[in-house]
């Protein structure tokens, strides 16, 4: 409702203390006056949110459902919870409300997307100076190119009270219901049709950060820009690798190469131009971070500087009164998360900006151990493995055996993907079949047997596939076709025992390997006919999934 932008304006006019875009020692200086922060020891700022706030809330992430936009949306997604504009203009007055009271307001204006040709403006509005600092951390500055932006003039308004809770009674019947019978106190909203999104309740910054993103994967593929939740680096003859997965398959790690200038490690835009990153920093997990296997981030966090310098931002990691950490402790959540600037990192390409990619690598850490470390996939193959964005997660039993959990997350990040299917696969597939990108499948899981008798794979050995696959090494070896999972694997890797390639000969009983790629195969088909049997899906597609 343009209504709700006029009501926004009229509290911007009318409250005494509103702070816009300050300089950045400044809002440092106002996160540790508002005692929403600690400096710790090396200089960074370490901060807690509540237990219920400690990562996001899918299923308190609502769209503002209108007609206008009902096309554009896959309402059989889980992910995607509609709202009534009735029920937004509710929680937007009483965010308002909240903002009115605030001892001050900060404003920030930055920009998402490092190309000006599709670059989002997003003006944020908030009691929080931590969260006008994360803005600071994660989004770009405004430059003069941004009036070359298809979106220019059409910004995005971000209303953030990260501290007050929802009147749960008002909200009764309207909101998701707890298990306790309660109606939940937060909600993250996107009213894509007037471009403005609203965080209530929630301190967990990454509901900032994914809001956002969720936004402009909304509005690209409507612009015929594909975008994509993945890191992306090249080497210093351009030639660029994009590397797609969820979180466990080493995205992060195995992108930050020493080799390799890294344009951005989680979200960008493929358009006709290229690549280009959406965001200005990184955020983090910061669990087990270990010096040794990633220098790169625990320099960027926990350099010494002052801390007006700093700005790092180090969220429910355990600090002693010291002011040191212990990474490794969990208590509060195994998702403490560091912000920070990508300047921070001694490696990048300042523009974030590339050429059309060379080598695509989808990872998945398989714990079935059945898939092969590599697989080389056609355009057809990558989209289906695209739309079913595979990996295994782990769950314990009491008595110690752990079982694998295969997760299907389409996009390799369907939460913060809500138009329809096709928008995302149809423009992949358009782009690698224009552009002669390889697409290449990589599995960091288990070999010799599934998780509790096999192992992980090794990261040296990984390391040593994808630089293959990113240098050629893999362009012209022989290959065997797989009839289960519909896949091309190489019989031979530079630096690579060949016996290791294919991952029944590093079983020692075959009939079990045979046993459980079937049950795999079967979860493929099953988790794609559900997710898919309502979407018109190319047969040539869907011939690619195992199982079939």
Not at 219 to 227: S, T
Not at 351 to 362: D, M, Q, R, W, Y
Not at 383 to 401: D, H, N, P, R, V
Request: aromatic fraction near 10%.
């Amino acid at each position: 409702m343009k209504k709700n932008s006029a009501l926004l304006a009229q509290v911007l006019q009318t409250h005494p203390d509103v702070v816009k875009n300050p300089l950045r020692r400044q809002l440092i200086q106002q996160v540790v006056d508002f005692q929403e922060a600690l400096i710790a020891a090396n200089g960074c700022l370490a901060t807690w949110t509540e237990i219920n706030s400690t990562g996001r809330s899918p299923m308190d992430t609502l769209i503002v459902r209108y007609e206008e936009i009902e096309k554009n949306i896959d309402w059989d997604s889980p992910n995607n919870i509609a709202v009534e504009s009735s029920t937004f203009a509710d929680l937007w007055q009483d965010a308002l409300d909240v903002l009115q009271g605030a001892k001050r307001i900060f404003v920030t204006e930055r920009v998402v997307g490092a190309d000006p040709d599709y670059a989002l403006q997003v003006r944020t509005v908030t009691s929080s100076p931590l969260t006008a600092l994360f803005t600071y951390n994660m989004f770009r500055p405004v430059l003069p190119e941004i009036s070359n932006s298809r979106f220019f003039g059409r910004g995005f308004d971000l209303l953030v009270v990260p501290y007050d809770k929802l009147n749960r009674e008002r909200y009764a019947g309207r909101l998701r219901r707890l298990a306790d019978g309660r109606t939940s106190d937060m909600a993250i909203v996107m009213d894509f049709r007037h471009r403005l999104g609203l965080v209530f309740g929630s301190a967990y910054q990454g509901s900032v950060k994914k809001l956002v993103f969720s936004v402009m994967n909304y509005y690209l593929p409507q612009e015929g820009i594909l975008p994509l939740h993945c890191s992306a680096n090249e080497n210093k003859q351009r030639d660029l690798a994009l590397f797609l997965g969820l979180s466990g398959t080493g995205k992060t790690t195995l992108s930050a190469d020493p080799k390799r200038a890294l344009l951005g490690d989680d979200e960008h835009g493929w358009s006709d131009h290229g690549i280009a990153n959406f965001e200005y920093g990184c955020y983090a997990k910061l669990i087990n971070l270990n010096p040794k296997k990633e220098p790169e981030i625990h320099q960027a966090v926990f350099h010494q500087d002052h801390y007006l310098e700093h700005g790092a931002i180090v969220e429910n990691a355990l600090m002693f009164p010291n002011g040191s950490f212990d990474l490794n402790d969990e208590r509060l959540t195994p998702n403490s998360r560091a912000s920070f600037p990508l300047s921070f990192l001694s490696n990048i390409k300042p523009s974030a900006v590339g050429p059309h990619p060379k080598t695509i690598i989808f990872l998945t850490a398989d714990a079935n151990s059945v898939l092969p470390p590599v697989a080389k996939l056609t355009a057809e193959q990558a989209m289906l493995w695209f739309l079913l964005g595979y990996t295994s997660k782990l769950a314990g039993t009491e008595t110690g055996i752990v079982e694998p959990v295969s997760t299907f997350s389409r996009f390799f990040g369907q939460p913060f993907m809500p138009c329809l299917p096709a928008s995302y696969a149809d423009l992949l597939g358009q782009r690698l079949k224009k552009h002669g990108t390889q697409v290449y499948l990589v599995n960091t899981g288990w070999s010799g047997g599934p998780y509790g008798v096999g192992r992980r794979m090794d990261i040296t050995l990984t390391r040593t596939i994808i630089d293959a696959a990113l240098n050629g090494g893999l362009a012209s070896v022989p290959l065997r076709n797989d009839p289960l999972f519909h896949l091309q694997v190489p019989l031979h890797c530079p630096g690579v025992d060949d016996q290791l390639l294919d991952p029944a000969e590093t079983w020692s009983d075959k009939d079990a390997f045979r046993g459980r790629a079937q049950k795999l195969a079967g979860e493929f088909s099953v988790n794609f006919d559900k997710a898919y049997k309502n979407k018109k899906i190319d047969k040539t597609i869907v011939s690619q999934c195992p199982g079939k």
